[in-house]
């Protein structure tokens, strides 16, 4: 199985309009953000997690040219607005989507033209509610894991060893234990100061040393992150996740 991680940014994407941050103007194109999505691939399979508003222009540059299913962590505008790009592989049959209720039920009301499967020009999906046993495509079983982010309904998803725990505060003690034998594992760390919806840098570390994976990546990271400067202060078990990054689990 091999993870390509489609965007590591924050919701104001990196650079941020109208800064002239460091960061923001840094020639190192691993500080070159779009918001978070991430791509499975396995045996021909290609699953995708969260549909930022760039998916259009990273599905490009992956060089996607089909979807198996697509899971959703949560109905904020930075992990669902690309929805519409997914219409290109709903020509031939509609696309399985899997996410926590309420994003459902936000995709329904805020996307109905896509379920009703009358329009060429329109994405073709087919929302499907996530068993707490977990969702099998191919022979991969992506399990649900409840996660704390403010008040919003937020799932990770464990597949196997891997972990991908994006946009979360805390992991609630039930979900550390749905997590035991994880070895990579993907978390929020959004900046070094404390913030009330996400992890700080320290506080993911933390998260990953309770869980007890032996790599740890860091995405959802905001325009006050340079990637060399923060990857130089870490121990080798962790790496901060950039635009393109792929990696074989």
Known sequence: MTITFLGTGTSHGVPRIGCNCDVCTSTDTRNQRYRCSLLIRHQGLAILIDTAPEFRLQAIRAHINHLDALFYTHSHADHINGIDDVRVFTHSKA???YGPPQVLADIASRFSYALKNTHAGSPQLNLKDVDSRGVTIGN??????PLV???????GYRIGKFAYLTDCKEIPPSSVKMLKGVETVVLDALRFETHPTHMSIDEAIDAAVHIG???TYFTHLNHRIDHQKLQSSLPPSFIVAYDGLTVSI
Do not use: M, N, W
């Open 149 to 155: 982010h403010g008040r919003s309904e937020v799932f």
């Open 95 to 97: 696309l399985d989507v």
């Open 213 to 215: 994976a032996k790599t």
């Open 140 to 145: 991969l079983l992506f399990i649900p894991i």
